[in-house]
């Protein structure tokens, strides 16, 4: 069970930076999925920053990896259709 219980994505996403510099990945992996909870894609997510790239191979990690990724291509479909039925006008 999740110690977090409440938070903004910020404040996940920070205190999710914090755990993972101080190595305890589980409590990372813990509070992104907690602001995977608050929005569709979280800001700050990005899989290249160095603090992220220090949970890979973490299997709970890597699962949050795949559900960005899924969202990120759902997103972009949103998007295109988005493009598409305005013609690709701006």
């Known amino acids: ?25 589980d409590e990372a992996v813990e509070a992104l999925e ?6 569709k894609l979280p800001w700050a997510f990005e899989p290249a920053l160095p603090w ?3 949970l890979e191979g973490h299997p709970s990690y890597d699962e949050l990896l795949r559900e960005r990724e899924r969202r990120v291509a759902r997103i972009r479909a949103t998007l295109e259709q988005l493009e ?3 013609g690709g006008r701006s």
Do not use: I
């Open 34 to 39: 907690g602001a995977l909870r608050c929005g």
């Open 84 to 86: 598409a039925a305005h």
């Open 52 to 54: 992220t790239r220090d």
């Open 1 to 25: 069970m999740s110690v977090f219980t409440e938070g903004s994505r910020g404040a996940w996403l920070e205190y999710a930076s914090l755990a993972a510099n101080e190595g305890l990945k």
